[in-house]
């Protein structure tokens, strides 16, 4: 269920999409989903057998306002056709309802929680867990999520990167851009790569504005290599459009979080 090149809002997009109640979700919960920066999904309990199918799936969002938000997924091929169909719920009970009305082999219900009518397959070893205790852990791993990407395959390009390199250090207005001492190695840069770490937009002391990070990295004389995080955004007071230019990903990503939770 998890590709780790989705971005969250194709991951929601997706989720929404597919899920044949997303029209009950409450305007309130898709209205917040709007902002989120994150996501983490996990599989929470899953059984097959007799040509039965289901599985619930826990999805944690963190939003641009701190606060994380989860939905559950049930998957089942309880229909006339035995198509997969997916459902959607904001709470652990509102899938627990669902699940217990599923058949299972013999025409019994169950409820694929433990503590249910005679869990069996992988439910027992997928124990249930409370959403609320779980808050923690769920931001723990979106926090994660936040700063670490997957590797990706670097294809550079030499085509005047020293001077790439010169305009993305002088377009920077952060008082934590790197200094001469990176300006420097980077004037021996022979070939370069940009690549789009993150993109979204949210809502900023009432005001839409938008986020995007990228990689600069760039291959020098001597074999090695040096990337450069750059943060565009609207989050300023008139609206305007800034760069703010890093040495880590970790810091631009914290950067941006901070630019987001500002009211």
Not at 161 to 180: I, K, M
Request: aromatic content about 6%; hydrophobic content about 35%.
């Amino acid at each position: 269920m998890s590709d780790p090149y989705e971005t969250t809002e194709e991951h929601l997009e997706g989720l929404l999409g597919r899920a044949l109640n997303s029209f009950d979700l409450p305007d309130t919960i898709v209205e917040r989903l709007e902002s989120a920066l994150a996501h983490s999904t996990s599989l929470h309990s899953s059984h097959h057998s007799a040509g039965l199918h289901r599985e619930t799936f826990k999805h944690a969002f963190l939003l641009s306002d701190g606060s994380s938000l989860v939905l559950w997924e049930l998957a089942h091929n309880a229909t006339r056709d035995g198509s997969t169909q997916h459902e959607l719920y904001t709470e652990a009970d509102g899938v627990r309802l669902a699940v217990s009305r599923l058949p299972r082999p013999g025409g019994t219900g169950g409820s694929g929680f433990p503590g249910g009518d005679g869990a069996t397959g992988l439910d027992a070893g997928c124990p249930d867990r409370d959403p609320d205790t779980d808050l923690d852990a769920d931001l723990e791993i979106l926090a994660a999520l936040m700063a670490v990407r997957p590797p990706a395959r670097r294809i550079f390009i030499p085509d005047n990167s020293a001077d790439h390199a010169r305009r993305v250090l002088r377009r920077a207005e952060n008082a934590g851009r790197p200094g001469r001492d990176t300006a420097l190695r980077l004037s021996d840069a022979v070939a370069h790569q940009i690549t789009q770490a993150f993109g979204r937009q949210c809502s900023v002391e009432g005001r839409d504005a938008g986020f995007t990070l990228y990689e600069h990295a760039f291959l020098l004389r001597d074999g090695s290599e040096v990337s450069l995080w750059e943060v565009e955004h609207t989050a300023t007071p008139d609206g305007r459009h800034m760069c703010e230019v890093y040495e880590t990903e970790r810091t631009a990503r914290e950067a941006m979080e901070l630019r987001a939770r500002v009211r």
